[in-house]
């Protein structure tokens, strides 16, 4: 994952795709698990694979599913952390909240991201809250 950006630029290439119709989805420390976000644009943030992808593509203006994995606390502990498996609990958010960026793919394939992104960050509304 750490060196995708010369696979991602050849794909895009070869397709005659612009990066920014393209979806890279990736995993987030500053995100808890169970957090979905759509975003468009950005720096890597310190990840390798971003970085990489920032550096073939020559700028990072491309669609981003950030999917979020949480942080262990200190960043001796985050190569242990990204690289070894969630817990059950971690592990049943995190595929709970690709499921539901899933389900907003069709509209981001419109090219209705903006809905998209309305859809998929807008929390899910709960029993215990009031109707107006």
């Not at 795709?17 to 720096?43: M, N, S, W, Y």
Request: aromatic share 6%.
């Amino acid at each position: 994952m750490n060196r995708s950006g010369q696979a991602l630029a050849a794909a895009l290439r070869y397709y005659k795709i612009d990066p920014d119709q393209c979806l890279v989805a990736h995993d987030e420390l500053d995100l808890p698990p169970g957090t979905a976000r759509f975003k468009f644009g950005g720096g890597h943030g310190g990840q390798n694979g971003l970085r990489d992808i920032k550096t073939h593509l020559g700028h990072g203006d491309f669609h981003r599913l950030r999917i979020g994995i949480g942080h262990p606390g200190h960043k001796d502990r985050v190569t242990p952390w990204v690289l070894g498996r969630p817990s059950a609990a971690d592990a049943s958010a995190i595929f709970e909240s690709i499921d539901r960026a899933l389900r907003q793919l069709p509209l981001a394939l419109e090219g209705r991201m903006d809905e998209a992104m309305k859809r998929l960050h807008t929390p899910p509304a709960t029993a215990d809250t009031p109707n107006d």
